[in-house]
């Protein structure tokens, strides 16, 4: 009931992306945190929802259809001026833009849920970056989870390690990270139209500062009429 608007993708007839900004307003109904954000147009309206926002901010191109925004050359990560965004916008094609505060550093994660013809909705915990898309280490379990079994999903995986604090740094908030393992297994419950979610990265920051989505894609299931 809440994924409104529809795009149909290009490769399949029974499955869209919703829109970015739908996906944000999703998950922040599920009390999963998200980096603040504002769709715009042009590059005036931008510039506006900068000043607004904050800088340092990100530039995203919000077309739902853009899987890989980086190699499409579809973002600009930590925009420190009016002029740099500016600059930004005149090198970045598209109808619909992105303007999003940038996040501080911290341990990126991923969170991601699927339909399985089998299980039904079953959810995904990794590390980000190479350890998910090179080493394969994540965690599965169907949806939902409590906080028991989310924390065994964080600590079941290899790089663990990483979460608990590693080479002098503290360790990750455990606490946040598991409220939002919680929160998308029961997002995934309450919509089961969705067939795919990928919130990617969530950045942990250490013990008692939460975590932060700071890019989220949902594709789903629709009905032909």
């Known amino acids: 009931p809440l ?22 307003d999703l998950l922040k109904s599920y009390h999963l945190p998200v980096a603040d954000y504002k769709i715009v147009k042009t590059a005036e309206e931008g510039l506006r929802a900068a000043e607004e926002i904050g ?3 990100v530039l995203k ?3 739902p259809n853009v899987l890989h925004k980086t190699e499409a050359k579809g973002v600009r990560l ?20 992105l303007i999003q505060k940038m996040a501080p550093a911290g341990q990126e994660v991923i969170i991601g849920g699927k339909k399985d013809p089998e299980f039904g909705s079953v959810i995904l915990f990794g590390l980000g970056g190479v350890f998910v898309e090179v080493l394969k280490d994540v965690a ?3 949806a939902p989870v409590d906080e028991e079994e989310a924390e065994k999903m964080i600590g079941e995986i290899k790089g663990a390690q ?14 946040a990270l598991i409220k939002c393992l919680v929160n998308v297994s029961r997002l995934l419950i309450d919509n ?8 990617n990265p969530l950045i942990v920051w250490e013990k ?3 975590c932060l989505a700071v890019d989220a894609k949902i594709e789903r299931f629709f009905s032909h009429q």
Not at 78 to 97: N, R, T
């Open 3 to 24: 994924l409104e608007d529809r795009t149909t993708t290009e490769t399949t007839h029974s499955s869209e992306m919703i829109s970015p900004s739908s996906a944000f």
């Open 55 to 57: 800088y340092p901010v």
């Open 61 to 63: 191109i919000a077309s």
């Open 78 to 97: 930590d925009i420190g001026s009016a002029k740099e965004l500016e600059a930004a916008f005149k090198e970045m094609e598209g109808e619909e833009f």
């Open 140 to 142: 599965l379990r169907v």
């Open 162 to 175: 990483l979460l608990k604090g590693f080479r002098g740094k503290p360790p990750a908030d455990k606490e």
């Open 192 to 199: 089961p139209e969705i067939k795919n979610l990928d919130i």
């Open 208 to 210: 008692g500062k939460g």
